[in-house]
């Protein structure tokens, strides 16, 4: 079983940056892509970037339109998101997810979840 921990989150200025980061643990993330999703309040849940577990092919959602860096490092089973050029529209629950296979945007296809990081966008 992986168990993920997302950290980094917090309050940030319209047009500053945060970097979260997702550790696993209780199992490696070797042949799992990892997901970043998001949640506003009265929000679904949505796709925020993921990445491929051996080549590091990447996919973003359409509204991060460049400002969001997906990274990962299999040796140290962690994973971030660089996110620069934040908007109030950013703010929300940031979580990291994991699924044996293929990358994909879409959460219901993960298995495994991280508890959440609060980010808030706001001058």
């Known amino acids: 079983q992986v168990q993920l921990v997302e950290s980094g989150g917090g309050l940030v200025q319209p047009g500053g940056s945060l970097r979260l980061s997702c550790t696993a643990s209780g199992k490696s993330l070797d042949y799992h892509a990892i997901g970043w999703f998001r949640q506003a309040p009265g929000k679904e849940r949505e796709g925020v970037a993921c990445i491929h577990h051996s080549d590091g092919r990447t996919q973003y959602g359409d509204f991060v339109k460049g400002r969001f860096t997906v990274s990962r490092d299999n040796a140290a089973n962690t994973a971030w998101l660089q996110m620069d050029s934040l908007e109030p529209e950013d703010t929300g629950v940031y979580y990291c997810?994991?699924?044996?296979?293929?990358?994909?945007?879409?959460?219901?296809?993960?298995?495994?979840w991280g508890q959440g990081t609060q980010v808030t966008v706001s001058s």
């Open positions: 997810a994991a699924v044996w296979g293929m990358a994909t945007l879409k959460p219901s296809l993960y298995d495994h």
